[in-house]
């Protein structure tokens, strides 16, 4: 069964500051899709950064980044520049190849203070 | 465009009573999953539609939970009665492919429902 695991369950970073929220996970997929979903207090459900496994170029989206190791089944997500607005509960989730369900981990809540 | 849109967004019941809460997924969506997140756990899978057809209910958790999608467009999730463990927010999400390179779910806002 796939498992999806965050460890830090509250973090904490300065504006402009870098973070990076760490996330492992178990598959015995072999393609498969990594996910980083951020909920802000609006509660919706934003994609933030997506990863196949079968490209070994980490994902970026503007301020966003991966560090995607596969033999090590880790997904790290870093947010450089932090803002305001980065402030969310962060789910790291995984997907098999067929797109059934979603495996979330427990979260990550990200403050991030001025 | 519309997101996926997620109705009542609170629910506060007593045990034993019965709530239906609906998703409407974003328009020509033929997948819509629903999802649920117990306080301070995993979100969790419930099940899957394509169209009007349950794809995957595996992880709906027993009898009281029904979901329906009828003619392929919103769907509701009732559950009946209700006990105190339902309690939590329950997401809908919508996607236009199923897996593949594209794959994206567009999720609702969720309705948090407590049972007391």
């Known amino acids: 069964a796939q498992t999806v695991t965050q460890s830090q369950p509250e973090m904490s970073v300065q504006e402009a500051e870098t973070v990076t929220l760490s996330c492992t996970y178990d598959?015995?997929?072999?393609?498969?899709?990594l996910f980083w979903y951020k909920q802000p207090p609006s509660r919706q459900m934003i994609l933030v950064i997506r990863?196949?496994?079968?490209?070994?170029q980490n994902a970026t989206e503007n301020r966003f980044s991966v560090n995607f190791q596969k033999a090590a089944k880790s997904f790290s997500l870093k947010i450089s520049d932090s803002q305001l607005g980065d402030t969310a509960m962060y789910f790291c989730?995984?997907?098999?190849?067929?797109?059934?369900?979603?495996?979330f981990g427990k979260g990550t809540t990200l403050s991030v203070s001025s | 465009e519309a997101g996926v849109t997620q109705f009542p967004s609170h629910s506060v019941i007593e045990k034993g009573q019965t709530v239906t809460l609906r998703c409407d997924p974003i328009s020509g969506h033929d997948n819509l999953y629903w999802y649920r997140r117990v306080m301070g756990k995993e979100i969790k899978f419930l099940l899957h539609?394509?169209?009007?057809?349950?794809?995957?209910e595996s992880g709906m958790p027993n009898n009281r939970f029904l979901a329906e999608r009828t003619g392929g467009t919103y769907s509701t999730l009732k559950v009946q009665p209700a006990e105190l463990e339902d309690s939590g927010v329950y997401f809908c999400a919508s996607s236009q492919e199923l897996g593949g390179t594209n794959e994206k779910l567009f999720f609702g806002s969720g309705t948090q429902l407590s049972v007391l």
């Open positions: 989730a995984s997907m098999n190849q067929a797109g059934t369900a979603l495996i």
């Open positions: 598959t015995s997929e072999n393609n498969y899709y």
């Open positions: 990863q196949e496994a079968y490209k070994q």
């Open positions: 539609f394509v169209k009007e057809s349950k794809q995957d």
